[in-house]
């Protein structure tokens, strides 16, 4: 029987219902104000309607060819030769590229300088390019590339972090974060208990695939379409590989279908492959990967495998933890630093260490390159506290809620976190007390314990978890953002930006942003696309950071054309600048009221500058990298979310019945967006710790490749009650419109569905002892914790 057909009714209450985007919001936005207004996404019509252009829709140049790559079949050995024969016979294909092909430097251009453009003399997964065939057609290059043979001496391969750790092999060198004395708080401690978990990596599976489209131009220059979150690396990496400066490349990106971190770095090899391909047959050169050979080709979220002991009192107060994280990098470094470096910040979450060792490993294995993803290394710091205090909780016969409570951080004690950084803007018992009287936590738990009593097949759960994530770049380099509004004479708005549109609203927010800045209405102002030859070297779209910096980067060039006009205005009617107003499309002064067009043009006749450009770096953030000790991050965001599940203790399936949010996003620019994204983390992360389990076998072969054996949450997965609310409160420190980041900290609240599955376990297993219950909870691994 299926567990739909199966009576899942949520303890205490009916079904409940899912949010309306923009219905929870902060406090009224002014009149006539952009920012505070739940607006449609800038594209939505368009992308409903079809109309939307991605890289693969861009028409294309006639003569372009396309490619396919030519990949690995062996997890590590020598690359001996590669035989092209039978490919080159078939109809369409023009030829191969190979790493003699590469006129600059054949290795990537990333900091540890590592990775290949192409393999070479070995070969480090499964999947690995070696080169490139090129075609008349898409599918001509595809069948091509499968008919190269490739001669590969093997060589034994390392798949699991703790085999790489037991041979200490690792991509970067291993990092220790320490306070106090853990070893004597330890043999002080009242009660101990030591353990090991498995977490499992995550595929993007973003709708549009990796994707790029490189065209030659005159005088040695290129310009390049890519799906990237970070076109100025694009920029970089393409110069580095055909020895030329980085001014001859333009990257171009108007929106991608979907990125989660998987468009960061890995977007890059597609576009250093394309412009190979594109010098070396003088054409246009298209390389869109189809979703099996996108993940054999790319990274995942890195896996995580944990060995921890945690010493604690009878409160279930953590008196000391030593914790040893052994990452999973793949076969080369990537972005694997400051992921690892991010999971020793989020090993804490919400909670108060005193006596502390978090050592991170960085393990090489001889698989993809494992990279940035949703939450860059926060959700496997986040997750492994949590496990401990759950299984504390229930190896003293306590509530899991009142022991997270107990060591939450606090407002004048216990407030500095394990790298030194002091909790200043703490909002986490309030926060944490709302949600569990509003989701009425302490009464399901007593109506979950009594269906339990009487149901001997389907047991329920329930956890309410909080979490508190960091936002800045740990790379503190990147924490820096430009932008362009030109304002033209029809009183129109134009705005550029470094960051990247994915899906979550980015152009939008910033549009509303400059909208309330000029004073005219949201539909006067159009975001256009990221180019590196409007914004140069911006950072990445990561981090959560997108408003944050280019937001505030808009809004301060914005602001110098409105301070042109004001002191334009001023000058016309003897008044202060200060006294000029701007709102409603109208410009107000003490004298006279101008339509905000007619303000323009009349500045243009007088040659008053009607453009500028905005710069931004984040304050305050600093740290040691060595010891990873100071103020990583500008400030932190909140949220909580209480998870009702049921398992099936005969099949170990289970299901989320109920989930109820408050989340922490200050004074939002757009409700209906940050809505949205809490949403969409929420699921996402659900699926991680449910559903999307990667599988190699012990040769090194991703197993799980297709839609057909890796399962995401489909609409059918998400619970019938899914309520979203919003902290009423604006960000303590100045960013922008009092807003905080929102794209990455809900991910790490579906936490709280792993939990709840943990605790119907633990009813089932009807005893107070730890439940070991490797991540994700599938039923196999449902099944597993249940008779261990």
């Not at 009224?28 to 449609?40: I, K, N, T």
């Not at 002091?422 to 509003?438: F, G, H, M, R, Y």
């Not at 399901?444 to 508190?468: C, F, Y």
Request: hydrophobic fraction near 40%; proline fraction near 6%; aromatic fraction near 8%.
């Amino acid at each position: 029987m299926n567990m739909r057909d199966k009576e899942f009714t949520p303890a205490g209450g009916g079904a409940g219902r899912t949010a309306a985007a923009g219905e929870q919001r902060p406090a009224p936005a002014a009149p006539d104000s952009a920012v505070g207004v739940s607006r449609p996404h800038e594209s939505a019509r368009a992308q409903v309607a079809g109309s939307a252009t991605y890289v693969d829709d861009i028409p294309e140049v006639k003569g372009t060819l396309h490619a396919a790559p030519i990949l690995s079949n062996v997890a590590h050995g020598r690359l001996l030769g590669v035989n092209a024969a039978a490919a080159l016979a078939l109809p369409g294909v023009r030829g191969v590229v190979l790493a003699g092909d590469i006129p600059g430097d054949p290795m990537l251009a990333t900091f540890v300088h590592d990775e290949p453009v192409f393999a070479r003399d070995t070969v480090q997964h499964i999947g690995q390019v070696v080169g490139l065939v090129v075609a008349e057609t898409v599918m001509q290059a595809r069948r091509a590339a499968r008919q190269v043979q490739l001669k590969i001496d093997p060589l034994p391969p390392v798949m699991t972090p703790r085999e790489a750790h037991a041979k200490q092999s690792y991509v970067l060198p291993p990092v220790t974060v320490r306070r106090g004395e853990p070893e004597a708080a330890l043999a002080q401690s009242p009660h101990r208990l030591s353990g090991q978990l498995q977490v499992g990596g995550q595929e993007h599976f973003y709708l549009e695939g990796q994707v790029a489209y490189a065209l030659p131009l005159e005088q040695g220059q290129w310009w390049v379409y890519s799906s990237t979150q970070h076109p100025g690396e694009i920029q970089h990496w393409v110069a580095h590989a055909l020895g030329i400066e980085n001014n001859a490349v333009t990257v171009e990106c108007r929106r991608m279908g979907g990125g989660f971190g998987g468009k960061e770095t890995q977007a890059g090899h597609l576009a250093v492959w394309a412009t190979l391909a594109a010098r070396k047959f003088r054409c246009p050169v298209k390389l869109r990967l189809d979703r099996d050979d996108d993940f054999m080709v790319t990274g995942k979220r890195h896996p995580f495998a944990y060995d921890y002991t945690v010493g604690f009192d009878g409160s279930g107060l953590v008196t000391a933890l030593k914790l040893t994280m052994l990452a999973d990098c793949g076969f080369s470094a990537d972005l694997s630093g400051p992921v690892a470096d991010r999971a020793i910040f989020h090993a804490d979450n919400a909670y108060f260490l005193s006596d502390v060792e978090i050592a991170s490993y960085r393990c090489k294995t001889n698989t993809q390159s494992h990279t940035a993803f949703r939450g860059f290394g926060g959700p496997q710091g986040v997750i492994v506290i949590e496990a401990i205090l759950g299984d504390i909780a229930r190896t003293l016969g306590l509530d899991p809620f009142d022991v997270r409570l107990r060591n939450l951080y606090g407002i004048e004690e216990r407030n500095v976190t394990h790298y030194q950084m002091k909790v200043e803007d703490n909002i986490l018992q309030p926060l944490l007390s709302t949600l569990a009287q509003s989701s009425h936590y302490r009464q399901r738990r007593e109506a979950i314990a009594a269906w339990n009593a009487g149901s001997p097949v389907i047991k329920r759960g329930i956890a309410l978890t909080p979490v508190k994530f960091g936002i800045s770049f740990t790379a503190t380099l990147f924490n820096q953002a430009g932008a362009l509004v030109h304002v033209y004479l029809d009183g129109s708005v134009q705005v550029n930006h470094g960051g990247t549109e994915m899906g979550q609203g980015l152009n939008t927010k910033v549009a509303q942003i400059v909208a309330d800045e000029l004073g005219v209405p949201f539909e006067r102002v159009r975001s256009t696309a990221a180019d590196t030859s409007k914004v140069p070297n911006a950072s990445a779209t990561a981090a959560s950071s997108g408003t944050d910096l280019n937001g505030r980067a808009a809004q301060y060039a914005a602001r110098h054309v409105r301070d042109n006009l004001a002191a334009f205005v001023a000058g016309l009617d003897g008044c202060g600048a200060g006294a000029v107003r701007f709102a409603g499309g109208r410009v107000t002064s003490p004298k006279a009221t101008r339509s905000f067009d007619e303000v323009v043009q009349a500045a243009y006749a007088n040659r008053i500058q009607l453009w500028s450009d905005g710069f931004y770096r984040t304050p305050k953030i600093h740290y040691d990298k060595l010891t990873l000790t100071g103020r990583p991050f500008y400030y932190f965001a909140y949220g909580a979310a209480c998870s009702e599940v049921a398992i099936d203790t005969l099949t170990g399936e289970s299901r989320v019945l109920k989930v109820d949010i408050l989340h922490d996003v200050g004074t939002s620019i757009n409700p209906a967006l940050d809505i949205g994204q809490i949403e969409g983390g929420f699921i996402q992360g659900m699926g991680w710790l449910t559903t999307e389990q990667l599988v190699w076998n012990d040769k090194g072969y991703l197993a799980t490749h297709a839609p057909s054996t890796y399962k995401i949450p489909a609409t059918g997965d998400v619970p019938e009650h899914f309520k979203v609310d919003l902290w009423p409160e604006p960000n303590r420190e100045d960013n922008v419109g009092g807003s905080k980041a929102v794209g990455e900290p809900p991910f790490m609240l579906a936490v709280s569905v792993r939990e709840a599955i943990r605790d119907a376990v633990a009813a089932a297993q009807g005893g107070s002892q730890p439940v070991r219950m490797d991540a994700p909870a599938t039923a196999e691994n449902v099944l597993k914790a249940l008779k261990a």
